[in-house]
């Protein structure tokens, strides 16, 4: 009898050690989470990234920053959401690095159904892509041209894909909605997001001052692993610079021959949906993402 009672005892201490040990490791995320663990909210404080500083964040009068360019003085930057914003026109927005707002510009003249990037030539124009693509059936493609020293000026580009035939196209081929975009030798260069599989941006070039309407040029390729949302060139033309969700990609260019670029991907686990980027200096971009926040990232040399 003292025998049985202790093998009872026995194995009910080893159940209850058992039992302990599995709700441990449900706490920790282990056991049947699976072989990753239990999954880290998206919205958690960003992992550190070298060179990367979160810097501001945009005012709430701008409906999640799709795209950045330099403003007209040093430290500030033109800015603009994907739709308009509740109560006005279409509209770009001059804001400092720390995302302080320094005025709403409203224009006219110009639709805006999905804007996605806003570059600039060595004029201070501004050249608004309203191209973005989701569903990869739009045929009214468009980049707008303004200047900020002269409003009332405002002409556009409708243009095509040569390679789009089907809008949509069948759902492996949805690869031209574009997001990304620079001015460059006076062609504007576009890059596209590739929905079908995260694996290709496809680039095309128009004639920043050529025709109305236009049938965009595709020149080249790059394999990345992601999907693309803005583009910047450095000033010295030395450095190509692809944003991606939570992703930047870096590469040495000469001229134009962007495709040829080598590009380094750095992961920004954390950073939101990162939207714009543009070059404070050869060396330094500034970010943005559509929950407002606003980065610098010093690149690697």
């Not at 025998?3 to 449900?26: F, K, P, V």
């Not at 920790?28 to 992992?47: F, L, P, Q, R």
Request: one cysteine or more.
């Amino acid at each position: 009898m003292n025998r049985l009672l202790a093998g009872l005892l026995s194995m009910a201490l080893i159940g209850s050690t058992a039992c302990s040990e599995a709700q441990n490791e449900q706490a920790e995320g282990k056991g049947k989470k699976g072989k990753g663990g239990k999954k880290k909210d998206k919205t958690e404080a960003m992992n550190p990234v070298a060179g990367l500083t979160k810097v501001g964040t945009m005012p709430s009068e701008v409906p999640e920053s799709s795209g950045l360019s330099r403003g007209p003085e040093a430290g500030t930057f033109y800015t603009h959401g994907d739709t308009r914003s509740p109560g006005g026109g279409p509209s770009i927005y001059l804001v400092r690095e720390n995302g302080q707002l320094v005025r709403r510009i409203e224009l006219q003249g110009v639709q805006q159904q999905d804007w996605e990037s806003v570059s600039q030539d060595t004029q201070g124009r501004l050249y608004i892509a309203d191209c973005g693509n989701n569903g990869n059936d739009r045929q009214d493609l468009t980049i707008y041209r303004i200047d900020p020293k002269n409003l009332g000026t405002v002409s556009k580009i409708q243009f095509s894909y040569p390679d789009q035939k089907e809008f949509p196209p069948a759902k492996e081929e949805r690869n031209f909605d574009v997001e990304a975009s620079l001015w460059h030798n006076g062609r504007i260069y576009l890059f596209s997001r590739d929905r079908a599989n995260d694996r290709t941006s496809k680039i095309y070039s128009l004639d920043a001052n050529g025709p109305a309407r236009q049938t965009a040029q595709r020149v080249g390729e790059l394999t990345l692993p992601g999907q693309v949302t803005d583009a910047a060139l450095s000033p010295d033309g030395s450095r190509l610079v692809l944003l991606g969700r939570e992703q930047i990609f870096v590469g040495a260019v000469s001229g134009s021959n962007f495709g040829e670029a080598k590009m380094q991907a750095v992961e920004m686990k954390g950073a939101g949906q990162t939207e714009g980027v543009v070059f404070i200096d050869n060396n330094t971009v500034l970010i943005s993402s559509e929950q407002g926040a606003l980065y610098r990232y010093n690149l690697p040399q």
